[in-house]
């Protein structure tokens, strides 16, 4: 039977299974994501770490199971209104190439309701957090670097300062230099806020940066849930050594 979440969990999921076709992306799941904690899901392609993900924001639906969001289950026709309190950010930011940075910011808030000066002041706000020129709000997604196209994305996900914000390998696209600067500044951005994070990402080194907590996946199942020092002073089975063993660029890793 599935586990009762935890009262101090923002998200859940409770004996969750969720099928494509004959393949079982999550199997069986049960896993709760403190509320102000960063969480970071890892593991190999394949591993169900995006489907959980998505399953959390409602674009899968379970098969078996039960998703909740602070306590409550979540449901198809609440759908919208879960999406307005979750930031969501995917690779290479998701833009909409048609609007400019500031349409592509204001197009939930205006659906809100929020005026142009409300969106505007917002958008300054985020611009100053995230470190990006306030005159490239006039600009279009084709016309920014893809490290300003991800601050962007993060500008979207936080413009109507929802509690939780889920990232799905944000940095991925990236080239090594912009990556680098953006995880910095993430970092500190989620230290800065408080939010409840849940970040996917297949790189153990970035997914140690970020969290504390780490859940290794694999074929929908969680194989070890702790920190990189559990990790290694005590790996769960073979596959979790493997795994270390293929991240050279740990720190305090062998070179």
């Given amino acids: 039977m599935p586990v009762s979440p935890s009262r101090d969990a923002a998200f859940s999921l409770s004996g969750v ?3 494509f076709g004959t393949v079982r992306a999550i ?4 896993l709760d994501f403190e509320r102000g904690r960063t969480t970071i899901l890892i ?3 394949g591993s169900g770490k995006s ?3 998505r399953l959390l924001i409602g674009l899968e639906w379970p098969q078996r199971g039960e998703v909740r969001c602070d306590g409550e289950p979540l449901r198809r026709e609440r759908i919208l209104e879960l999406r307005r ?3 969501y950010v995917i690779q290479e930011g998701g833009l909409f190439p048609h609007l400019s940075v500031l349409g ?3 197009l939930l808030p205006r659906h809100l309701g929020w005026n142009r000066l409300r969106v505007a002041e917002r958008a300054g706000e985020l611009v100053e957090m995230v470190h990006l020129h306030p005159d490239l709000l006039g600009r279009f997604p084709a016309e920014l670097s893809g490290g300003q196209r991800q601050r962007v994305a993060l500008m979207r996900a936080l413009m109507l300062d929802p509690p939780a914000l889920l990232l799905d390998e ?4 990236l080239d090594p230099l912009v990556r680098h600067e953006l995880q910095e500044e993430l970092r500190e951005i989620f230290r ?3 939010k409840t994070v849940v970040m996917v990402t297949h790189d153990l080194a970035e997914a140690a940066f970020f969290g504390s907590r780490l859940v290794l996946m694999r074929s929908g199942r969680i194989v070890q849930d702790g920190s990189l020092e559990d990790f290694r002073r005590a790996p769960a089975d073979g596959f979790v050594r493997e795994f270390l063993a293929a991240h050279r660029n740990l720190p305090g890793a062998a070179s």
């Fill in 17 to 19: 299974t969720h099928v």
């Fill in 27 to 30: 199997d069986d799941l049960t």
């Fill in 43 to 45: 593991g190999s392609s």
């Fill in 51 to 53: 489907t959980a993900l």
């Fill in 85 to 87: 309190r979750v930031g």
């Fill in 104 to 106: 592509n910011l204001g």
């Fill in 170 to 173: 944000p940095l991925g696209a």
């Fill in 192 to 194: 800065r806020l408080g």
